[in-house]
């Protein structure tokens, strides 16, 4: 037996060297190569780009009180729904677990001192910073075609001239800060992994990263040319996509969907390697059916490149494609089920800690299992033509992109929040956030099922009185309200956190991945010197200890590394 030292998995001292204090300055953050700065630069521009895309969608909502409208004109509605949705999809749930929480936290589960190409690392961020504000000037400049920049419609609408370019160009960059992104995260995965840790000896969540970046890098070009040819078509009136010039706007759908559909998984993949990193550690029990979660990843990765035809039953397509895109997308459920099923296999006889983030990573299930359901009404061609471009499309897509990959990126702010800044938050709070975030989020967006249902159009600024959708614009109104409290006040317990928070052990949660081996926040270089790999998800190793309020190592256990080399 090896006797373990436990200094190293306790609270630093005040006033200890870590990457917040190892060098100080304006210049030393914006020009750093540390991924976990990096990962924090980035955690902060997606958080304020949350709070502008939160602002339009409270216009959207409180617009719809009223069938007339209560607060904007048609063409300022347009232009508020536009942003709202690229704001959210490019620049909020594209990238804020993988550019964010992924920055931070995969190169200390490899073990390694930082990701494979620092450099890099830091020029994709200032690209994504580059790409976001001529996003956002595109506000100012009357952008209205939609989140989608749909043609012919971005092409001949005289009022939103001054903002298509800009904003295909801005997504053109944020699609290059994603590739390299990406490739970075990939390489790392493949040259930085310690001794011992073969793939599968890997955390979940970095399976879950690695599917993520192959699906960045291989669909995010076709959406770069498609708007690059959009861009140019608008410019220079080139007949690409305009049938009045001579192209074809259907395969401006192909190329778009090819991409974006893809993309519904690079915001949804990241999400389930976090709940799955949650369960275990939070249930304290080895993950059930490790290999089925690692290659379910991969499957839902290669299924996402052949179902994108789904999103065109109404635009004219063959008869037999749509059969064949229907039957493709029932399957993407299949490893969508293994997760959940081996999730809940995993927490059964578990010792669950009721906490916060295993609250967060119970809300995810929920929700994504109702986004994933109700995709298979839009997955049936007969129910899709009667719902297409109503509000339970609307629905469909908050619960699986806000619900399931908005909701896992919060899960997993709030379990390595300790690990990020060295504090831990309030738990009562944090609760009480998540139940009024469940009750403001099912008010919101369960009633539009029920518009869409009812024939209610998505996009429209206003409706019929006497159609009967007013309720439950009523009801879905006031739903918005109580979410959005419910986020400043988990922005109030986290900014509170930094300054009056508890200091937090290095392992506060009882996890078993490397993150958690070395102290909170983490020292600069990450590691003093290689950490032993053992099985992530070998909790037995791990006891309590009153005097740091975090786990360590038993001392009556093999050193968990012992069996590295034969691994």
């Known amino acids: 037996m090896t006797t373990i030292d436990n200094t190293s998995l306790q609270a630093p001292a005040l006033g200890s060297d870590n990457y917040l204090t190892h060098t100080r300055g304006f210049l030393s953050w914006v020009l750093t190569l540390d991924h976990k700065r990096i990962g924090v630069m980035y955690l902060v521009s997606v958080l304020t780009c949350f709070l502008l895309g939160g602002v339009f969608a409270m216009l959207v909502r409180t617009q719809l009180v009223v069938p007339d409208g209560l607060i904007l004109n048609q063409d300022e509605y347009n232009q508020v729904f536009t942003i709202h949705g690229g704001v959210m999809v490019f620049l909020v749930i594209l990238p804020g677990i993988p550019a964010a929480l992924g920055n931070f936290v995969l190169p200390i589960m490899l073990g390694a001192k930082d990701v494979a190409f620092p450099r890099l690392n830091l020029f994709s961020y200032w690209l994504w910073v580059t790409g976001a504000v001529l996003l956002v000037i595109s506000i100012f400049a009357g952008l209205d075609t939609g989140w989608t920049f749909y043609t012919p419609y971005s092409i001949d609408h005289d009022s939103a001239m001054g903002g298509v370019i800009p904003a295909v160009s801005g997504a053109f960059i944020l699609g290059f800060a994603g590739i390299f992104t990406g490739m970075n995260f990939i390489v790392t995965i493949h040259r930085l992994r310690p001794d011992g840790m073969n793939w599968f000896r890997m955390p979940l969540f970095l399976w879950s990263i690695y599917a993520t970046a192959v699906i960045q890098v291989l669909a995010t070009p076709v959406l770069g040319i498609t708007l690059a040819l959009l861009a140019v078509e608008r410019a220079f009136g080139i007949g690409i996509f305009n049938p009045a010039l001579g192209g074809d706007p259907v395969l401006y759908q192909h190329f778009f969907w090819f991409y974006s559909h893809p993309a519904v998984y690079i915001m949804i993949l ?94 995810f299930i929920f929700l994504f299992m109702i ?167 070998d909790f037995s190793v791990l006891r309590w200890d009153e005097a740091t309020h975090g786990y360590v190592w038993r001392e009556d256990v093999e050193h968990p590394g012992h069996d590295a080399e034969q691994a």
């Open 371 to 537: 986004g994933g359901l109700t995709g298979m009404y839009l997955g049936t061609i007969a129910t899709d033509i009667h719902l297409h471009d109503t509000y339970f499309v609307v629905a469909h897509f908050h619960y699986t992109m806000m619900g399931s990959a908005l909701v896992g990126f919060i899960a997993g702010l709030h379990h390595w929040w300790p690990k990020i800044t060295g504090k831990m938050f309030n738990e009562n709070a944090g609760r009480f956030a998540f139940v009024l975030f469940m009750i403001g989020y099912n008010m919101t967006f369960f009633t539009q099922f029920m518009l869409g249902s009812h024939g209610m159009p998505r996009r429209y600024a206003t409706y019929p009185a006497d159609a009967g959708f007013q309720m439950y614009n009523i009801i879905s109104t006031i739903g918005s309200y109580v979410m959005a409290i419910s986020f400043f006040m988990m922005a109030g317990y986290f900014i509170a956190s930094i300054f009056k928070g508890r200091r937090a052990a290095a392992n506060p949660w009882g996890g078993r991945s490397l993150e958690w081996q070395c102290s909170s926040p983490p020292p600069h270089d990450n590691f003093s010197e290689q950490p032993a790999v053992g099985d992530c998800y």
């Open 270 to 363: 990241p999400a389930m390697g976090v709940i799955s990193e949650i369960i275990a550690v939070h249930s304290h029990r080895h993950i059930f059916g490790y290999n089925f979660i690692a290659w379910s990843s991969i499957a839902i990765a290669i299924f996402s490149f052949l179902v994108w035809g789904h999103h065109m039953f109404t635009s004219g397509q063959s008869p037999l494609m749509s059969v064949i895109f229907s039957f493709i997308t029932f399957s993407v459920g299949i490893p969508s089920a293994v997760k959940v099923f081996n999730w809940l296999a995993t927490m059964y006889k578990g010792a669950i800690s009721w906490n916060t983030t295993m609250l967060w990573g119970m809300g």
